[in-house]
């Protein structure tokens, strides 16, 4: 029913890897996202159904609207549980790697796992995987979600029987998450086909959107307000706009982490925008953490590797900037400047180089 796109060696991996394996540790990229969470714990719901001693480990902090998925409790996170973490990293026979490309992208819990012999399996959706750091490399960026690529090959390997209520929920999450609950690279039909197939499994995706949608607090609202006010600034002859928040304006709003998620997409609203860019503070490391969001055919994810040591999807990357706020801003404006002529307007050409079509008598319209 779904065209194929999981290739039959990609299948035989799968069943080799998943056949074989006892101890399986799942991990994902840092400040995952509902993608990253929702893939990683799709795959433990499917690989503790095959009788698997499975662990999800994950870098840092993942936001509360992601908490209520089944078992993310029993998530362990990397920088808080180091012992149940090394634990699980020591037994393990099978590190699956979701929702990055590059065991860099992980920190420290890349550095933990380079130090040990395991095989290492990548299931992505990512450009340009590192082959060299993974056994095996599961990696499709034609693809919205790493949860698509999930369900692609748990069908290719005919298991979607084993797909619980549960991991129907957390698929349909990391794609949801991924598309901007289908409002971006989400015009592929066997995208629908796959959440019918979900819903056939009794999720109640109107609430799943809810849940991811509507858990802030008042805060949260208060500083969406405040960033759209004081702080957006529009370039409109080039349809696009940058925000900035510092560490001490996020205090003001009792930030806590996840309360930024998705305000990037909202310049996006504005009629004809193509990019938003947002500069945020990190409230740890002396870092400016940069966010970009496009429409249609701009390459944020090579805008951001040429100007912000970045990287990710054509229309949702990011990247860092290790430089003062004020500085961060003046690289994000000359950033702007030269790709100018990839964002504004294109002057429309002139009668002369199209042939003119009005007919030679035509005199002077009245
Ligand atoms: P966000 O704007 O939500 O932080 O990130 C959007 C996407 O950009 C992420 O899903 C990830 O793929 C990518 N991304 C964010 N930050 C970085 C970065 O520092 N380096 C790279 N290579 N990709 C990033
Ligand atoms: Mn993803």
């Given at each position: 029913m779904l065209r194929r796109i999981i290739t039959p060696q990609e299948v035989a991996i799968a069943k080799k890897d998943f056949g074989e394996c006892r101890n399986v540790v799942i991990v994902c990229h840092t400040s995952p996202d509902g993608d990253a969470i929702g893939s990683s714990l799709g795959l433990y719901e499917y690989l503790k159904r095959r009788g698997k001693n499975v662990t999800v480990i994950v870098p840092n902090y993942f936001p509360d609207f992601l908490h209520w998925m089944k078992d993310a409790d029993k998530i362990v996170r990397f920088d808080r549980q180091k012992t149940p973490a090394y634990t699980?990293?020591?037994?393990?026979?099978?590190?699956?790697?979701?929702?990055?490309?590059?065991m860099r992208r992980i920190d420290e819990l890349g550095a933990a796992i380079c130090k040990i012999h395991c095989k290492r399996l990548l299931i992505d959706h990512h450009i340009d995987p590192v082959h060299r750091q993974f056994a095996?490399?599961?990696?499709?960026?034609?693809?919205?979600?790493?949860?698509?690529?999930?369900?692609?090959?748990?069908?290719?390997?005919?298991?979607?029987?084993?797909?619980?209520?549960?991991?129907?929920?957390?698929?349909?999450?990391g794609m949801a998450t991924d598309t901007g609950f289908f409002s971006f690279n989400s015009n592929d039909p066997d995208l629908f086909i796959i959440i019918s197939e979900l819903?056939?499994?009794?999720?109640?995706?109107?609430?799943?959107?809810?849940?991811?949608?509507?858990?802030?607090?008042?805060?949260?609202?208060?500083?969406?307000?405040?960033?759209?006010?004081?702080?957006?600034?529009?370039?409109?002859?080039?349809?696009?706009?940058?925000?900035?928040?510092?560490?001490?304006?996020?205090?003001?709003?009792?930030?806590?982490?996840?309360?930024?998620?998705?305000?990037?997409?909202?310049?996006?609203?504005?009629?004809?925008?193509?990019?938003?860019?947002?500069?945020?503070?990190?409230?740890?490391?002396?870092?400016?953490?940069?966010?970009?969001?496009?429409?249609?055919?701009?390459?944020?994810?090579?805008?951001?590797?040429?100007?912000?040591?970045?990287g990710g999807h054509k229309n949702a990357a990011g990247g860092t900037l290790e430089c003062s706020m004020d500085k961060a801003v003046k690289i994000a404006k000359a950033a702007l400047e030269a790709w100018r002529d990839r964002l504004e307007d294109k002057p429309l050409p002139d009668a002369a180089e199209c042939g003119s079509q009005a007919p030679a008598d035509a005199g002077e319209s009245k």
């Open positions: 699980a990293l020591k037994m393990a026979d099978l590190i699956c790697c979701l929702d990055f490309n590059d095996h490399v599961i990696s499709h960026p034609e693809l919205s979600s790493t949860c698509e690529v999930l369900f692609r090959l748990f069908d290719a390997m005919g298991e979607t029987d084993k797909l619980t209520f549960a991991a129907a929920e957390d698929l349909y999450a819903l056939k499994r009794g999720i109640d995706k109107d609430l799943i959107n809810r849940r991811i949608q509507n858990n802030f607090s008042p805060d949260r609202l208060r500083l969406i307000g405040y960033m759209l006010y004081e702080k957006l600034q529009i370039f409109s002859d080039l349809h696009a706009s940058l925000f900035t928040i510092r560490k001490e304006e996020l205090a003001q709003f009792h930030y806590l982490k996840g309360d930024m998620e998705g305000i990037v997409n909202m310049p996006l609203q504005i009629k004809g925008h193509k990019l938003s860019i947002a500069l945020r503070e990190d409230t740890e490391k002396p870092l400016i953490r940069v966010s970009t969001r496009s429409v249609d055919d701009f390459p944020c994810n090579e805008f951001c590797a040429a100007f912000f040591n970045g």
